[in-house]
């Protein structure tokens, strides 16, 4: 099949495109670079030995995207194109919503003009919010969203579940991720964030390459068992995988269907340092610092549908994740920034 892969630049972006295009998918990216760069798809075509088209362009831009879909009429759109950092949506809601709603409806709009019938789109955990126990079931009604960015997920869900419902030609598959770490076994991509990481895996890559002093673990006085929150870490490569299945799913089936993409284990703040530690051959410098607002002491999966439905399942465990992490990190001490001066020509389709 072609797939479009909408904010395909991305650290999940470009791991998917390897992982569709070894499922012998033709993919095309279309990405705006607002948090992401040309280098890390270059590198996907190093990786395949594959051309992966690239489109410059927001989604939110209907004529840009009208031109792109209906040039290359794709099979099926994996829609990734949105702003994800929780804090800077608590700040900025009101471009978290226009961007992220935006986006999606644009893309649902020009796909029901080009007869596109078959959408994945990338949610998280988050949908779930406060109030339902671990782990979480499919089946759950979606929760009180502690932030911005978790609501435009929850809705954008919602936006999909109606246009499904609306149109019986159509395919809908809702991915909710859990934690993605790890990066690519090649150490030629990664996560590479714009400024100080919000989040664990890139802050404790960024440490022990040292980057930064330490890190501070939010909050030792969880009711676990080290007082440090519980997660659901997977490793980029299965999250990856799961998409593939998740395009064949819906080609194959409409309406619409959600599945959570876990590992179904938990890991503490402390035990993700640890293995860590363990994969880069060096304690690691932290101190346990207060409670993040916002955060929820325990986030995990029931991996089960997914397996059962999809066929699929994470195969890589912690210390596969954290020797991948530190490999690509270690490889690239600045992400992509060393090899974007010579990367600005060429390549834009538009
Ligand atoms: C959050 C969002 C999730 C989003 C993800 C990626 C919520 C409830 N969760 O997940 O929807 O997909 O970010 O943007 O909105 N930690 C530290 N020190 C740090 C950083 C993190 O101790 O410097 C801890 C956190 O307290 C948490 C764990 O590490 O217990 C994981 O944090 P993080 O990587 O930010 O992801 P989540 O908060 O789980």
Redesign the pocket.
């Known amino acids: 099949m072609k797939i479009m892969l909408a904010g395909g630049a991305g650290y999940i972006g470009t791991h998917t495109a390897i992982a569709l295009i070894e499922a012998g998918h033709e993919v095309f990216v279309v990405d705006n670079f607002s948090n992401s760069c040309r280098e890390a798809v270059r590198r996907v075509e190093k990786i395949t030995g594959s051309e992966v088209r690239l489109y410059e362009a927001d989604c939110c831009d209907y004529m840009s995207v009208r031109m792109i879909m209906s040039k290359e009429k794709p099979d099926s759109v994996v829609q990734m194109a949105g702003y994800?950092?929780?804090g800077e949506s608590v700040a900025k809601p009101i471009s978290y919503y226009r961007n992220n709603l935006d986006s999606t409806l644009t893309i649902l709009e020009v796909m029901a003009e080009c007869g596109v019938k078959s959408i994945v789109f990338s949610s998280?955990?988050?949908v779930y919010g406060e109030d339902n126990p671990v782990p979480y079931t499919e089946d759950m009604p979606r929760g009180r969203?502690?932030?911005p960015?978790?609501w435009t997920k929850s809705m954008i869900e919602q936006i999909l579940e109606d246009a499904a419902a609306a149109d019986p030609s159509l395919s809908v598959v809702l991915l909710r991720?859990f934690?993605p770490v790890g990066a690519h076994e090649s150490g030629l991509i990664g996560e590479d964030p714009q400024g100080i990481?919000?989040?664990?895996?890139p802050?404790i890559t960024q440490v022990a390459v040292g980057r930064r002093d330490k890190?501070?673990?939010?909050?030792g006085d969880y009711d676990t068992p080290d007082g440090?929150?519980r997660?659901d870490y997977i490793h980029v490569m299965d999250l990856a995988d799961g998409h593939a299945r998740a395009v064949d799913y819906a080609a194959a089936h409409k309406g619409s269907a959600i599945f959570n993409l876990g590992t179904g284990i938990p890991y503490s703040?402390l035990d993700m340092v640890n293995a860590f530690s363990d994969a880069c051959g060096h304690p690691l410098n932290y101190v346990i610092g207060d409670r993040?607002a916002?955060?929820?002491q325990d986030?995990w999966a029931d991996a089960e549908k997914a397996g059962r439905i999809l066929g699929w399942k994470a195969t890589r465990g912690i210390a596969e994740m954290c020797r991948d992490s530190w490999n690509w990190q270690r490889n690239n001490p600045k992400g992509y920034a060393d090899s974007e001066e010579d990367s600005d020509e060429e390549d834009d389709e538009e």
């Open positions: 994800k950092a929780v998280s955990a988050t969203c502690s932030n960015y978790g991720y934690n990481p919000n989040n664990l895996m802050y890190l501070t673990v939010f909050g440090t929150c997660r703040v993040r916002g955060d929820l986030c």
